[in-house]
């Protein structure tokens, strides 16, 4: 009963946190022979751990398939290397919505997250976990079956010698009887008496070991049953019980974890979602406007508005404020050609619809001055005037604005970028530039370190062979050397070349009324100077009027070309380097001279490529 009491006692200890009023003990409330019912019940305990269990790994399976989903659909709409959506996130709609996806791929990342801690936490813990207490219950079970079959074998053994003692006891009792009945018969004799007297004692003397034999086991039993209902099992029902608790509690922990998992990672999924909420408010409109305008600005002047040119009043127009044109904008095609005015002056005529014969055609005589009133005389050409401003206007078209046409046609890249705007034109080249100088430095860098290391190898051969380095090092100067031309020759391009372009197209949009393209209509490349009629600004005039040969003007000097060009826009011609030409016309500050080749070709070349020799 001491031990009971201290079992209790320290029971109660362990259970007081948990009950601050008296502790209520199974083995104290329970009768023993509910043994079966505590069975049943620790039983059902841990069956309700493995289906938590099974439960909590269904869920890690959904966050998982949830998480895979979220990274799909990410990676779904997720721009590929290179492609056009990837170039478009400039602008910031395109971008915060990649921050989206982006975000939405950590927030899936937090969800395997989830998964996963709840797999190790949850599953595995209480996986081991029940493993132990299936194996404690085993224990206390097998104890409390050895408790029953020990009481079980002493009651056996009470019982037989209870039943022993009952038997001895009749046999001593007839035997007794058996020796007052011989002893009171007249006719037994001495012998007979004396015989069955020491039958009876001898009936008694076993009956009364028996009976001394029953009574200890009775008493044997009585402690024995004592111990097993008081103590043994008692002790069994509250280590069961304690085990039970101690489920429970492991329980109500991973019922808490399984909220606390999720509830832990809340924070970076809120700020997963206030990141996409960010990329919500970072869209700004006017940004991306600018944007647009940043990336496909060309540098190109607008055109301005052209002099209406009257051939009603004859030849000698006047060049007077009366003119059509707005005050400032170009005077007309006749007013590009005041170096030609010397040239004799011939009125135009039609081509003949039946007859396109130069033959047909019937030049008009020189008509007389006009007055003073009406301004200086016109120029006079030598052959149809109209077809030759045309053709002058054409020729002094530097590269233009693409037409609508041709806008959606992929020009032919060039490797000084001549087929890109002004703007754009000088925005790569200053990036080729910056790429080109990272690369030299690069290089400037690991010559330094290969010259420190040949120094060191010098000084302590047993570190390494000097020699050794010798091809690295070479290498890395010609790798520098190349560099250092790319871009000497790309800082050539860079500064008077894209300078000279915007000159060039906002002389030119002054002079000519009109910017250009740097392609023909059609979506091809010109390669000659001089560019087909048909594809010229007024080439809609080609069935009205007849173009004749232009006189071609004398070369005032020449020029000697230090680079190649490639003459890929319309009104250029190409160069190779080394190559001597001819110059026509110099450069008149917008960084374009025009040349002349042998064989007639001309253009216009970039005069920071070549140089020029004029003629005294």
Not at 345 to 354: N, Q, R, V
Not at 356 to 382: D, I, M, Q, R, Y
């Amino acid at each position: 009963m001491q031990f009971i009491f201290i079992c209790n006692s320290y029971l109660g200890c362990f259970y007081g946190v948990h009950a601050p009023q008296e502790v209520q003990e199974w083995g104290r409330f329970l009768f023993p022979d509910q043994y079966d019912i505590i069975d049943k019940h620790t039983q059902s305990g841990l069956e309700l751990v493995e289906k938590y269990v099974k439960f909590v790994k269904e869920r890690t399976e959904i966050e998982q398939n949830y998480a895979k989903q979220l990274r799909n659909l990410t990676k779904k709409y997720n721009p590929k290397r290179g492609c056009k959506e990837e170039q478009e996130c400039r602008f910031s709609n395109h971008q915060s919505f990649l921050d989206i996806l982006n975000e939405m791929n950590d927030y899936a990342g937090q969800r395997e997250l989830i998964a996963e801690n709840m797999m190790m936490n949850i599953c595995i813990e209480l996986t081991k976990y029940l493993q132990e207490l299936k194996m404690e219950r085993k224990t206390h079970l097998s104890e409390a079956k050895k408790a029953q079959q020990s009481l079980e074998s002493t009651y056996k053994q009470l019982d037989s010698s209870k039943k022993r003692f009952e038997r001895e006891w009749r046999e001593a009792d007839k035997a007794a009887q058996y020796a007052e009945k011989t002893d009171q018969d007249i006719n037994a004799t001495k012998a007979d008496v004396e015989k069955a007297k020491q039958q009876a004692n001898m009936r008694t003397h076993i009956a009364e070991e028996c009976k001394n034999d029953y009574a200890a086991q009775l008493q044997k039993y009585n402690k024995e049953q004592s111990q097993f209902y008081f103590s043994d099992m008692p002790l069994i029902f509250n280590k069961l019980q304690d085990m039970d608790e101690r489920r429970v509690r492991k329980l109500a922990q991973g019922y808490v974890l399984f909220s606390d998992t999720e509830r832990h990672v809340m924070p970076i999924i809120g700020k997963c979602l206030e990141g996409v909420t960010k990329a919500g408010t970072n869209v700004n409109e006017r940004n991306d406007s600018i944007a647009l305008i940043e990336q496909y600005k060309s540098g190109f002047e607008r055109p301005g508005d052209l002099d209406f040119e009257d051939y009603s009043q004859g030849i000698n127009r006047a060049s007077s404020d009366s003119s059509l044109g707005t005050l400032g904008t170009p005077k007309g095609p006749l007013e590009l050609l005041g170096k030609n005015r010397s040239k004799p002056f011939w009125l135009f005529s039609k081509k003949s619809k039946l007859s396109p014969s130069p033959s047909s055609l019937t030049p008009f005589s020189t008509p007389p001055a006009p007055s003073p009133a009406n301004g200086p005389p016109s120029p006079k050409f030598g052959r149809d005037p109209l077809s030759y401003c045309l053709k002058e206007i054409n020729k002094t078209v530097k590269p233009r604005i693409s037409s609508f046409r041709t806008l959606g046609r992929t020009p032919t890249v060039t490797e000084d970028f001549g087929h890109l705007p002004p703007e754009q034109r000088r925005k790569r080249l200053q990036q080729k530039l910056d790429d080109i100088g990272k690369e030299l430095q690069k290089e400037v860098d690991q010559s330094e370190a290969l010259e420190k290391m040949k120094d060191v190898y010098e000084k302590n051969p047993q570190m390494g062979d000097p020699a050794s380095l010798s091809p690295q090092i070479n290498q890395t100067a010609q790798n520098m050397e190349r560099l250092r031309g790319e871009l000497n020759k790309y800082e050539v391009m860079d500064s008077p070349l894209l300078a000279a372009d915007a000159l060039s197209y906002r002389s030119h949009s002054n002079n000519n009324g009109s910017t250009h393209e740097p392609y023909s209509p059609d979506g091809t490349h010109s390669e000659e100077g001089t560019p087909d009629p048909s594809h010229a600004i007024y080439a809609e005039f080609d069935d009205d009027f007849e173009e004749e040969e232009e006189e071609l003007v004398a070369p005032i000097g020449q020029c000697t070309a230090m680079y190649n060009f490639p003459g890929a826009s319309e009104g250029t011609i190409t160069m190779q380097e080394g190559e001597v030409l001819s110059v026509v016309e110099e450069d008149k500050g917008d960084g374009w001279t025009r040349v002349r080749r042998a064989n007639g070709n001309e253009g216009y070349i970039p005069t920071s490529y070549v140089s020029i020799s004029l003629s005294k």
